[in-house]
């Protein structure tokens, strides 16, 4: 989506520039798909990930296309790509990089040089993570958080954007190190892969036992990605949405009093702050690929399965009773309820009851007022004429554009609510 819009132009409504992330998100799908064969979720959550300038950790079984997806990703947003095969006699240089004595052929002088490792790139693709000691998976923390690594009291920035996707498979356990939770909770979101339906696995063996190879043609490039991710931070949330992920959050936490009976039952340990900033985060950069201007309700519970699923930690009840954290997070949706503000105004008027004089022995029952008797008709009269003196016509209403028909071709969609107030510039090229 190359252009060739001068540094200098005018900063784009924001109409225009979610319009531009919702396309970019379409033009994307259909590049990653020329190779990968349905896992709309998985594409969906990793677009979230990177968009929202966070990192994701996928779990699924061997052959669902993890690695894949993520090399063709980052030839379709044009992105430096490297691959991390985890062992366990992998060491934290081999990583980060070290420093190594380079002689100057001409003057016969020694002098330290740093070779940066696999980690100086903008993907970095972290296969079979928990396959190595925690000294080696911890190598990526500095990376994740602060986005620049310390070698020999030297510290060395990351180019932007840098996304970091670990994989881990579910079924062999032996011999693998469980990532711990300060290590899990760096990563914003976790993503689960299951089986391919019948006709997508059909058409996997199809297409991957023949000749053919698709090219992947670049859609964004790094500048993009850094703009559409200062874009995502200025998507509005209000404090109806804030609080509504707030309290899902502090709805997981066991030990406080207000946590609801099954979590204190099934839950050893719940989510941290950490688990809010990120749902909030998700909500904007799903709200802005699906083209809308704020958050919704929906984008607060569609992105709180992956974001809390690595955060919430069940105990032995939970695995005696066969409860899993998706089961949890299913509950938490159902009782939390979505905050409301202000009392509801009622369409019928409220009857208002008073004691009967009849019933003034009996303290405490009310009965409905008597109705008033009939004015008598000179009363009327003279009723009537004041208040024809008094009538002023109001202003009439603006009278409602009636909905145009859909097969006119004209019909335009309510606008969203407000969008940023005003998006940043738009990088030098990209995003048409």
Known sequence: ????????????????????????????????????????????????????????????????????????????????????????????????????????????????????????????????????????????????QEYEVTCAGKTYALDPPFFVMATQNPIEQEGTYPLPEAQLDRFMLSINIGYPTREEEREIVLATTQTVKKEINPVLHGRDIIWIQQLVRQVPASQHMLDYAVDLVRATRPREDYSPDFVKNWLAWGAGPRAAQNIILGAKARAILHGRFAVTAEDIRTIAYPVLRHRIFTNFNADAEGVDVNQIIDKILATVPEPSYGDAVSAQPKTIKVPHPAAASRPGEMVSPSPAPPPSPAAAVAAAAEAAE?????????????????????????????????????????LR
């Open 1 to 144: 989506m190359s252009t060739h819009q001068s540094a200098g132009s005018s900063q784009m409504t924001p109409e225009e520039a979610v319009r531009r992330v919702a396309q970019a998100r379409e033009l994307l799908s259909q590049e990653v798909h020329k190779v990968i064969i349905g896992q709309d979720e998985m594409l969906e959550e990793m677009l979230i990930c990177i968009f929202a300038r966070g990192h994701c950790l996928t779990i699924g079984v061997p052959g669902l296309a993890k690695t894949l997806t993520v090399s063709t990703l980052a030839k379709a947003l044009a992105m430096q790509f490297s691959r991390i095969q985890f062992t366990p006699d992998l060491m934290p240089s081999d990583i980060t990089g070290t420093e190594i004595i380079d002689q100057d052929q001409a003057t016969g002088q020694r002098q330290f040089r740093f070779v940066k490792g696999p980690i100086f790139s903008n993907v970095v693709l972290a296969d079979e993570i928990n396959r190595t000691p925690p000294k080696t998976q911890a190598a990526l923390l500095q990376a994740m």
């Open 390 to 430: 008094s009538f002023k016509p109001a202003t009439p209403p603006t009278p409602a554009v009636p909905p145009t028909s859909r097969r006119s071709g004209s019909h335009k969609s309510p606008p969203g609510p407000a969008g940023p107030p005003s998006g940043p510039t738009p990088p030098p090229g990209g």
